[in-house]
């Protein structure tokens, strides 16, 4: 704006609508107010539709999927070194492209649930897409990939494969990404839909739907990772296939069982046009004049454009107040002229993509965390299958991805400590009812994320001073326990935390837009890790010198690989703590004025700028 804003005012002007309500006014007070609905599309009606038994349900759903996503990912990395016969680098490099992509079609699933379809719509066609990809991967391993019968273990590797075989394996396993990448963003949030957030009660429930949530995605991939992973550890890959085939299915139908029970929120409309919108109307408008004493800018009283409810002007990002500018644009959005939105946008409109922006430096230092988070479905897993894995019962060694099982039941135990013990004392001594906010909270995960990866190396640097033949050592592998624990704890900080933070500051046409980011943020960290292995792996292995991760990780450093990505993640962490200290919400709902004005103005507001 000009050199004088500190001195002008802003007024907000709110264009009388004919929005009206569906509920009767006697008997509002039994509806929802959040504007959700039934599955008629009549107004939400509480104790009828929602609430913990719509919530409960989905709970299970989103339980019985980890299991059947888990069931593939946790065992992917040596699938593709025993079967396909990939070697170590490649492998963990597959895995992480392949579980980037997963989160990388999230985007795709909340474009179309908040533009088109609807987060119910959408999450139910992106199952069924799951439940085929899986059922593909069954019947390819079966019939085409387990050759000779009985290959597949440690011991005992498959035959070479064609390139057809090879296609319908790739086939399946990106329909098995796009299917889970497209539900995973909606189901969140289509489960916190089921909570009123301006009703007290239920919007407590909503904010411990989350941990919730993240509890049961932990509890079904503890049988993958027990179960299923011994199945196919000891080559029992097209079973333990099957079984999270059976697992996707029954979690399709009991999603499609709670329609009549579930509340609904209407698609809002293509959010990138919006936010394009904002873009080009405040570039158009950057050379409007304005008065010296006050900026007037536009609101429709009208129900917002994307379908949700209406936002405040706030601070910040003041070049975009220029979409709403009402003096470059005085016969737009009047009686006379219907309004343009390439040319004058609401106010709505501007704090939506305000919104995005204040997000975006918090959702980059998130990246780095997932570059840790990932190593525990590729790294360790590799790390684990060179450490001693006996036990006392002849016959039974530890598969190196059940470890991931001590990550499941830390995650378990930090959610129940913490909403049980954590919150209520903080509360008490800080007077905020949900205890730590979600900033602290992520900020806590990063550092445990570093301390997890200090650990991974030093357990990695005695594993090495206790090598015996190629691939083996001496060293247990129970010494991995501390740094799966140590990942337990910091993705409840870290991902519990971005989940509820990123739903709670996105506005209401954005939720699933939100959840995604979430994902984005693992999505991209997979990739940054591919990136990272591949460069250190180019800069060690010179001269002869087997680099830091070779076949034989005796041979190499993987230590030396897990103390630079710690030093990496406290840097992120530095970097965090500005962005956190300077970040201040901007999403806050509008106090709808009841009183009337002349000339089609239904209320106005005032702003200090």
Avoid at 144 to 152: D, H, N, Q
Avoid at 306 to 315: A, C, Q
Avoid at 568 to 574: I, K
Wanted: aromatic share 12%; proline share 4%.
């Amino acid at each position: 704006m000009s050199g004088n804003d500190g001195d002008m005012k802003m007024r907000v002007i709110v264009v009388e609508g004919d929005e009206t309500s569906n509920a009767p006014k006697d008997v509002c007070c039994e509806y929802t107010l959040d504007g959700s609905v039934d599955i008629k599309g009549s107004p939400a009606v509480k104790g009828k539709s929602g609430g913990w038994l719509a919530g409960g349900l989905i709970l299970l759903n989103q339980g019985l999927a980890t299991l059947a996503f888990f069931g593939v990912n946790v065992n992917l990395v040596l699938f593709l070194t025993r079967v396909l016969q990939q070697s170590n680098g490649d492998a963990a490099n597959n895995v992480s492209k392949w579980t980037g992509t997963v989160y990388m079609f999230s985007l795709i699933g909340a474009f179309l649930s908040d533009s088109y379809w609807g987060r119910y719509k959408t999450c139910a066609i992106f199952q069924a897409i799951f439940v085929l990809g899986l059922a593909l991967l069954s019947l390819s391993s079966r019939l085409y990939l387990i050759r000779p019968v009985g290959c597949g273990t440690e011991h005992v590797p498959c035959e070479p494969h064609s390139g057809a075989e090879l296609g319908i394996f790739y086939i399946a396993l990106y329909m098995i990404a796009f299917g889970n990448g497209g539900y995973q963003p909606n189901v969140a949030t289509f489960g916190a839909d089921q909570f009123d957030g301006e009703d007290p009660a239920e919007s407590h429930s909503k904010v411990s739907f989350f941990s919730y949530f993240y509890l049961a995605l932990n509890l079904g991939s503890l049988f993958s990772n027990t179960f299923l992973s011994f199945l196919e550890d000891e080559g029992n890959w097209a079973l333990g296939f099957w079984v999270s085939t059976a697992a996707a299915a029954i979690a399709l139908l009991l999603f499609l069982s709670g329609t009549l029970r579930y509340r609904y929120i209407r698609p809002s409309g293509n959010p990138v046009g919006r936010i394009f919108q904002v873009a080009f109307a405040a570039c158009r408008n950057w050379k409007a004049g304005e008065s010296p004493g006050a900026v007037t800018l536009y609101e429709s009283d009208e129900k917002a454009d994307s379908g949700g409810r209406k936002l405040l002007h706030t601070e910040g990002f003041r070049f975009l107040d220029r979409a709403a500018l009402v003096g470059a644009n005085p016969k737009l959005g009047t009686c006379t002229q219907p309004r343009d939105p390439w040319k004058l946008c609401t106010v709505t409109q501007v704090e939506e993509v305000k919104s995005i922006l204040r997000l975006l430096p918090i959702w980059l230092c998130t990246i780095l965390y997932s570059v840790v988070f990932t190593q525990m479905a590729s790294l360790f897993v590799v790390q684990g299958a060179a450490m001693r894995r006996t036990t006392r019962f002849p016959g039974f060694s530890v598969p190196p991805s059940s470890m991931s099982a001590f990550d499941i039941l830390t995650v378990a135990t930090t959610i129940f400590l913490y909403r049980r013990a954590v919150c209520p004392l903080v509360s008490r001594l800080t007077g905020r009812r949900t205890g730590p906010t979600e900033l602290q909270r992520m900020g806590l995960g990063l550092v445990l994320g570093a301390m997890a990866m200090a650990t991974a190396g030093t357990v990695e640097h005695f594993r090495k001073a206790g090598a015996t033949t190629a691939m083996s050592s001496d060293l247990h592998i129970m010494w991995q326990v501390p740094q799966y624990a140590l990942i337990g704890v910091s993705e409840v900080m870290m991902y519990v935390g971005q989940l509820e933070f990123f739903n709670g500051e996105m506005p209401d046409a954005l939720k699933s837009f939100g959840s995604a980011l979430c994902m984005m943020s693992m999505s991209l960290g997979n990739y940054f890790s591919d990136v990272i292995v591949s460069a250190v792996t180019k800069a060690t292995a010179v001269r002869g010198r087997p680099g830091w991760i070779p076949a034989d990780l005796n041979e190499g450093h993987l230590d030396k690989f897990f103390f630079l990505l710690a030093v990496l993640a406290v840097g992120d962490f530095a970097v965090y703590l500005v962005c956190a200290s300077r970040y201040r919400s901007g999403t806050v709902d509008v106090d709808r004025s009841d009183g009337e004005e002349e000339d089609g103005v239904a209320g106005q507001m005032a702003a200090t700028v």
